[in-house]
């Protein structure tokens, strides 16, 4: 079935062209079987192409497929062609069946929406891009996307754009994220220039032959590299505009902000990690932003009170993990928690939808409660994913995220000092992740809520919180580093009762705590702290005064554009040399001959002149 892979992105591609080119005119029976059937074939694709590829190839050999010639000028030459390997494997198989859920999920949540063809046409083209992404055999075709997977997120978050408010937010995500992307974008020019080659697999040979350890072109690319990385994984400094992209529809949020185009940061370095190998600080930097995003962002979640916004930030805090593992060379570890990530985050978005749909389109947890006998469904299928998100024993997220902060700890003379933040982290995701259940489905009953959810919602909540229950046991590598005989056995204990630490105290706190909430936010230093916390952290403030004021104050004072003078006052003399000549044009005969014969005897005076 190899062979079959190009039609993996052709599916959704084709879905994309056929609900854009019919305009919306199809009946809202057959939008789904196109928008969510075409991902579903390419998911069993995905499903057939992955069990031959690891049948046919013991030795994790690859599979490169060409399908055309791209570019070819001079020395430059992109080919389109896929390249499957098992890391490319691994996001393939993430983005069609988590993406196949999704869609069946939307099929049902955005049934009374006049856009659905329009929604389900830019959620194809979003998995068309993402997978070009993964399965792109060079960087110049990565990059095309890179781009793709951009322009859908601006499309998607502002999908309900009669709202000014959805379209600040997906122009933000849009212009933050183009940040990162020039970043990149020069990486790639600096790769091509001094390797010769935009080929992921020749580029990164000849970087490792060429380049020696520390080199500053190495530091350059990979700092490059890095500065695209941050901005469509949401770490910082960009993760600005991830908790505005929650304007989008739910099933947004659960594709691309949880399951996969945040991913696609983690996943380049990953790709390109033979480069990050050459360069140990910039590495340690990439080890550094995780473990500071991830702080932040579990700070922040914990003062938010929009139930779409907590999952934002923990999205954040978690993408966070991945980096810091992939700052310690635990490559196979981030990929690992990417995986059980996407199925775990799906869920709790999608579940959260089935709350905020129930409850009128309710997001303040406060203003809800009790849902945990008004909805049993979403509040079992919530809670799994909650304490998969937590890492409680046995879930996906539990093999994870422990090996994550165990081969942290391992690493150097820095491992306690990350790991140590990485705990800190851990706390902090039990404490608002069981606060949120505590408020919003364990606490007093709040408002009406329409119990009668159709099976499209139910059933993909179902089957993603079996693959978040049990999805970790495909791979177990932790079960000796969990042995207490281990020399390092007390991390081992301490790295696995941290989640319950976070949810006692939260149970203290929020379950039985009401009144000493109340006290602790009449402090004023605590409730400045908690308005900090809650406006991001005072990035949106900082970039504000930094960037976004003095741009609005140059454009006000340049409003009629200093270089287009110039070309305003050339127009302007033009038109009065036009206005003057036409004086001379009255009419009149006699004025012409006269004009005339004063302009021969000018001429001709000039020319007998001595």
């Known amino acids: 079935m190899l062979n079959l892979l190009w039609l993996v992105p052709a599916c959704p591609l084709l879905g994309f062209l056929v609900l854009f080119g019919t305009e919306g005119k199809l009946s809202k029976n057959r939008v789904p079987w196109i928008g969510a059937g075409s991902v579903g074939v390419s998911a069993l694709l995905s499903a057939g192409i992955g069990v031959d590829f690891l049948a046919h190839n013991p030795d994790q050999s690859v599979f490169r497929q060409m399908l055309w010639s791209w570019v070819a000028v001079s020395d430059f030459k992109v080919d389109f062609a896929l390249y499957l390997d098992a890391l490319s494997l691994n996001m393939m198989l993430v983005v069609t069946g988590v993406g196949f859920l999704i869609h069946v999920y939307s099929a049902g949540y955005m049934a009374d929406d006049p856009g659905y063809s329009r929604f389900f046409a830019c959620m194809n083209l979003f998995v068309f891009a993402m997978l070009m992404l993964v399965l792109a055999d060079n960087l110049g075709l990565l990059f095309l996307g890179w781009e793709g997977v951009g322009l859908c997120s601006y499309l998607l978050i502002g999908f309900w754009y009669d709202k000014a408010e959805n379209g600040h937010a997906a122009r933000k995500a849009f212009i933050v994220t183009r940040a990162g992307d020039t970043a990149m974008a020069l990486g790639l020019f600096l790769l091509f220039t001094q390797l010769g080659s935009l080929d992921i697999q020749t580029a990164m040979a000849k970087a490792v032959a060429g380049w020696p350890p520390g080199s500053s072109y190495a530091v350059a690319a990979s700092l490059l590299l890095l500065g695209g990385a941050v901005g469509k994984s949401a770490q910082l400094p960009l993760q600005v505009w991830l908790p505005d992209a929650m304007a989008g529809p739910i099933p947004v949020s659960a594709l691309i902000h949880a399951a996969t185009m945040v991913t696609a940061g983690v996943y380049l370095i990953a790709r390109t990690h033979e480069l990050f190998a050459l360069v140990p600080d910039v590495q340690l930097l990439v080890a550094a932003i995780g473990a500071i995003t991830l702080l932040l962002a579990g700070f922040a979640a914990l003062a938010q009170t929009d139930i779409k916004r907590i999952l934002a930030y923990s999205t954040i805090s978690q993408i966070g993990y991945m980096f810091l593992a992939l700052g310690v060379g635990a490559w196979s570890s981030a990929i690992f928690h990417l995986m059980t990530h996407a199925v775990f985050k799906a869920l709790l978005f999608l579940a959260a939808g089935a709350v905020i749909l129930s409850m009128h389109h309710e997001q303040n947890i406060f203003n809800m409660g009790g849902l945990w006998k008004r909805l049993p469904v979403t509040f079992w299928t919530f809670l799994i994913g909650a304490a998969a998100l937590v890492a409680l024993p046995f879930t996906s997220g539990y093999y994870s995220k422990h090996e994550i902060l165990l081969a942290v700890y391992a690493a150097g003379s820095h491992g306690p000092r990350l790991w140590a933040a990485g705990i800190?982290?851990?706390?902090?995701?039990?404490?608002?992740?069981?606060?949120?259940?505590?408020?919003?489905?364990?606490?007093?009953?709040?408002?009406?809520?329409?119990?009668?959810?159709?099976?499209?919602?139910?059933?993909?909540?179902v089957l993603l919180a079996l693959l978040a229950m049990f999805g970790g046991r495909l791979k177990m590598p932790l079960v000796p580093a969990l042995d207490c005989s281990e020399p390092e056995s007390t991390v081992v204990w301490i790295t696995a009762l941290m989640p319950w630490v976070g949810i006692f105290a939260a149970y203290l706190i929020y379950g039985r705590g009401a009144g000493f909430i109340k006290r602790l936010n009449e402090n004023a230093i605590v409730s400045a702290l908690q308005r900090f916390c809650f406006n991001g952290c005072g990035f949106d403030a900082l970039y504000s005064r930094l960037l976004v004021q003095p741009f609005l104050w140059l454009a006000a004072v340049n409003k009629r554009d200093v270089i287009d003078t110039f070309y305003r006052d050339l127009v302007a003399l033009v038109m009065a040399g036009h206005r003057l000549l036409a004086l001379t044009q009255n009419g009149r005969l006699r004025w012409y001959a006269a004009a005339m014969v004063c302009g021969v005897v000018a001429g001709l005076t000039w020319g007998m002149r001595p």
């Open 424 to 461: 800190a982290g851990a706390l902090l995701t039990a404490l608002y992740s069981a606060r949120l259940i505590l408020v919003a489905f364990l606490g007093p009953e709040h408002g009406q809520v329409k119990e009668d959810l159709p099976a499209t919602i139910t059933m993909p909540l």
